[in-house]
Structure formats: C-alpha cells, structure tokens
C-alpha cells in the first residue's frame, strides 16, 4: 500500500499528527530517532510532573500535624522517585506505541533528511533507506538553548534533562532562568531540601506572564527558601572546591555564588539541523520552520508542527498544530489559532495564564477594567490548606469581554480551562459570573474576579 503521508518524529506534534492522518483513513509513516513520546513524555512534561509530585508528597507529610495528622519526619528517596518516574513514563510511552499500532501506523527507527524535493533518506538500524509520499509532516522538536557562557561546558553544569536524571539530590544547586522550566526545577529541588539560587536576566521571574503572576511566584520562591536575583546575569562559571563557582552581574554590582550543580534553563531551540530542509525548498531560520495558520511551509506539500515551528513552545500547541497540519494535509479545512493558548507553570503554588496580560491589553489600547479575588477568601483553598496566591480577570471596559485570565493557587492548571474556554467563545464578565460554580471549589474564585471587575464581588469586603 502506498503511503499518503509521512510524519517525522514522534513527539506530541507528531504523533498525533499521525493519529489524526490515521482516522481520516491515510497510511502513514512516522520516522522517530529516538523514543516515542519525544521531549515531553521522556525528558520534560511528564518526568517533571512526576517527580513533582513525589516533592508534593513530601511536603504534605512534613506539614501533616498542620491537618491533625501525626506523622514522623519525611525522608526523600530520590533514587525510589527517579524509579517512580520511570515507571511512569514507560507506561505513557507504552501507550503512545500502542495507540500508534492500533491505527494502523507505521513506525519506522531512524534519523530523517530530505534527498531531495519529494524523497526522504532514512537511516536505521538496517542501513538507510528511501521514502516519498505526497506529503510530509516535520515535527523534529526542539533542544535546550546552548548558552554562550564561558565554563557552560563544565562537568557539573547541566540542562534540564540531565537535571531530572541525577543519580543523587545535590547538597546545592544554581539556576539559570526564571521562565517555566527554571521555576519549576527550582520548585522541585528546593521542596526536596537542596539550597537553590535562581537567576533571571529579566527585570522579573515568569517574564512573559502577567505582572502580577511573576511578583506572586517571586514571593513563594522566597517563602520556600530559594535566594532569587532579576536583572543579573551569568558572566561566567569557574571549577571550587565544593562543585562550581558562578560569577554574577546585577544590579549590586558582581556577585559569586558557589554550588555543587549550576542548571542551564533558558530556553530552547528549534531542531532544524540536519533535516536537508534546504533540499527540499523548505524556508527557516534560527527561529524555527516558517509556516502559515494551515501549518504549511514554503514547500507547499511539506507541513510542520510543534517546537520546530518556534512560538509557543507547549506541548498541548504542539499536539493542536499536529492535528491542523494532518487535516491540512488531506485536504480537509482546518487553521491554528492563538488567541486562547494556556500556559502552566507547575510551581508550588502553580501558575497559569491565558490570554492578554494587564499589561499587553493597555499597550494595545484597550480600556481595561480588573479584577482580582484571592484564595484566601474561598472556603475550598481555606479548608485545604492552600491560600496563596488570586484570580486575576482582565477585561475591556465597554462590554466587559474577557481579554485574559491570570491565575496563582492551588490547582491553577486546571481552573485556567475555563478562561481558555470563556476566551474561545468571546465571554463577557456577566457571563462569567452568571455561570453556577459549585460550592466549596476552587473555581468559585474566577467567579468571584469577575464580579469583582464589574464592581459588585460578593466575597471581598466593601
């Protein structure tokens, strides 16, 4: 059977490229070098979320009388988390494997490079050979950003993926970058005991949130025990008798702060070299593939999706882009849009945005009305023991449409569906705050922010 279209790489870009192709009845090739899964299940989202929630664990027991529980002092077992983490992900790669052979897929091992405008080389474990098909999905991911600081290359300096792989806690631990995967490995590794520093370049952590979200990240990493400086960077990291030596610019001048790691998380990078993009007529840059809203390139019959797209690099965008670039492909109507993309930073509390920032919808000449509710005025966050942290509602004046929901507390990657789905559909504020909320939930509180921002909150004092 001649194959309709061929996918390369299996993250979630692509393989739910190839799932979605699957359903609409084509057969499909998906080239993967690596494992199934890519970045996110194997070295990013999901390792990070299940050692989270070992360090959750941890902190719950440690605060266990606080609940009228009596319980020894907590003991983090790292080498058992690190096999709870692997047992996690082996089952959702196993999944993704499955799901894949059930749909009829093709999987094939191997590295990936255009020959030519319509043929593609594959080299496996067999030797290499030649594909073609009418279409062709690039979904090759990104890598952590290579950062030009002399000493980056150190033994001890490490990017997130070697990060969450250490074979034991370090004593200490500097991180480099105040965006999600900084805050959120800064998060682990201080819940679990390490001493951790965090620098951001930035005048502020969570640079590309609200305002108001990076202050209240700034605050809890305080609280937690993490030393944070903004407004400083890295100029150099040097060998010490303990681990490593970095030597900082700020605000107060240079600064030396010692630890036994330094973690490199400033970003990423689009996987486009290699790919013989250029035989293929395929226009990029260091920012990734161009692409149009069909998720379709220069090269009218190749498509792309994912980190390699640059943007947005989230997985839940990827896995979207993956599923419009496969419907644009056979020929059915579909286009990405960006106006409601939710972003997560699973800290401890979380954050989560979606939409405009206070910010941003001033800059574009909106007349923005606010609101604001904090958890410590919900009777769920209250009777759970988790109180930091607000709903922040931004809106336009006039007909009170919602522009964007910013949320700090417990639970923040899940309350933010609902303003992900209140700005899909174009929602006011009246009809946020005449949607029922259950009670006790957490939920309550982006009620609570929309009233607030209409002027009439029922549980805030007047």
Request: glycine share 14%; proline share 6%; charged share 15%.
């Amino acid at each position: 059977m001649p194959t309709d279209l061929i996918v390369i790489g299996g993250g979630p870009a692509g393989y739910v490229a190839a799932l979605r192709a699957a359903q609409l009845g084509a057969h499909v090739a998906l080239i993967e070098a690596g494992r199934l899964g890519g970045v996110c299940l194997n070295e990013g989202c999901i390792p990070t979320k299940a050692l989270l929630a070992g360090a959750e664990v941890y902190r719950l027991v440690a605060e266990a009388a606080r609940f009228g529980v009596r319980a020894g002092p907590p003991e983090a077992d790292w080498p058992a988390m690190q096999a709870r983490k692997a047992e996690v992900v082996g089952k959702l790669v196993g999944g993704v494997r499955m799901l894949l052979e059930r749909a009829g897929v093709e999987v094939i091992a191997g590295h990936a490079r255009f020959s030519g405008p319509q043929s593609l080389a594959v080299e496996g474990p067999g030797g290499v050979q030649t594909l073609a098909a009418p279409h062709v999905i690039v979904a090759t991911g990104s890598s952590p950003l290579r950062l030009p600081i002399p000493g980056a290359d150190l033994p001890g300096v490490l990017d997130s993926s070697a990060a969450l792989d250490l074979p034991a806690l370090p004593q200490s631990l500097l991180v480099v970058g105040g965006g999600a995967v900084g805050l959120e490995l800064a998060t682990l590794f201080a819940g679990l005991g390490v001493r951790v520093t965090l620098v951001e370049m930035l005048p502020r952590l969570a640079p590309l949130a609200d305002a108001d979200v990076g202050d209240a990240l700034r605050t809890a990493l305080l609280l937690q025990g993490v030393k944070v400086h903004v407004n400083t960077r890295i100029a150099a990291i040097e060998p010490a008798a303990d681990g490593l030596r970095a030597r900082l610019e700020g605000p107060q001048g240079e600064l030396s702060v010692e630890a036994e790691k330094v973690l490199l998380a400033a970003g990423r990078q689009p996987n486009v070299a290699g790919l013989g993009l250029e035989a293929a007529g395929v226009r990029f840059g260091r920012q990734g593939i161009a692409v149009d809203e069909r998720m379709a390139t220069s090269a009218g019959y190749i498509l792309a999706a994912g980190d390699v797209v640059g943007g947005s690099m989230l997985a839940h965008v990827a896995m979207h882009q993956g599923r419009v670039a496969a419907e644009s492909a056979l020929g059915r109507p579909a286009r990405m849009r960006y106006e409601a993309v939710p972003s997560c930073i699973f800290t401890q509390p979380e954050a989560a945005s979606v939409g405009l920032t206070e910010q941003a919808a001033r800059e574009q000449g909106y007349d923005v009305r606010v609101g604001r509710f904090p958890f410590n005025g919900n009777g769920k966050a209250i009777a759970q023991g988790q109180v930091d942290g607000f709903v922040k509602v931004v809106a336009e004046a006039r007909y009170g449409a919602v522009l964007g929901v910013h949320i700090v507390g417990p639970h923040a990657s899940d309350l933010i569906l609902e303003g992900a789905l209140g700005l899909t559909l174009e929602a006011t504020l009246d009809e946020f705050a005449a949607t029922i909320h259950p009670h006790p939930t957490l939920g309550e509180a982006v009620a609570e922010a929309a009233l607030a921002a209409l002027g009439r909150p029922l549980h805030l004092p007047a």
